[in-house]
């Protein structure tokens, strides 16, 4: 209908540009922290299963398979666990160091598999950067950062194989491997 900058009508917006907008059928009350608007014919947005990230430890003495931080993402704050540690790289160079390292510490960096425990909206770094960088806390500080590689939407295959004590299904160390397809 219109676009606004700070109450005042413009022709249209930039990139960078912060404005607002209104949604006819949609009140203030429907909208939550971590909601996402996008183009519904061109790629809309939505959730994802799982997703591959090269995150770089700034402090933390050991993150293993299983540890779940809170992963801030645009707006979003929804806790992450991480499936499986696929590969230690070289902070620098990003060439593999190591295959399924049991943790990473402190000035480490790995690609990792990570999977939200609430629908969470990402998107890979290089398709779209404001929705694939994200910042891991814990202990009231930022422990790591990292970028999105790649992302598994709801909805969409492959399925886990494995399963977990209660017969849940559950992505495997396999699953992760083969899915993210990292050649180095």
Not at 28 to 35: A, H, M, P
Not at 134 to 161: L, Y
Request: hydrophobic letters at 35%; one cysteine or more.
């Amino acid at each position: 209908k219109s676009v606004e900058m700070h109450h005042e009508q413009m022709a249209q917006a930039g990139p960078g540009d912060n404005v607002g907008f209104a949604v006819k059928g949609l009140s203030v009350k429907d909208i939550k922290r971590g909601n996402v608007c996008g183009a519904s014919k061109n790629h809309p947005p939505s959730g994802c299963r799982r997703f591959l990230a090269q995150v770089i430890v700034l402090n933390h003495k050991r993150i293993a398979d299983g540890y779940t931080p809170v992963l801030d993402c645009h707006t979003a704050h929804i806790a992450c666990k991480f499936n499986s540690i696929l590969t230690e790289i070289d902070p620098r160079s990003g060439k593999t160091k190591k295959k399924f390292p049991p943790s990473v510490k402190t000035g480490q960096a790995c690609l990792a598999i990570l999977i939200p425990s609430k629908p969470l909206c990402v998107e890979a770094f290089s398709d779209f950067p404001p929705l694939g960088r994200f910042a891991i806390r814990d202990m009231r500080k930022t422990v790591a950062v990292g970028i999105i590689k790649k992302v598994q939407p709801s909805g969409e295959g492959p399925e886990p194989t494995g399963q977990d004590k209660k017969k849940k299904p559950i992505y495997t160390k396999e699953d992760d491997e083969k899915w993210a397809d990292i050649t180095e």
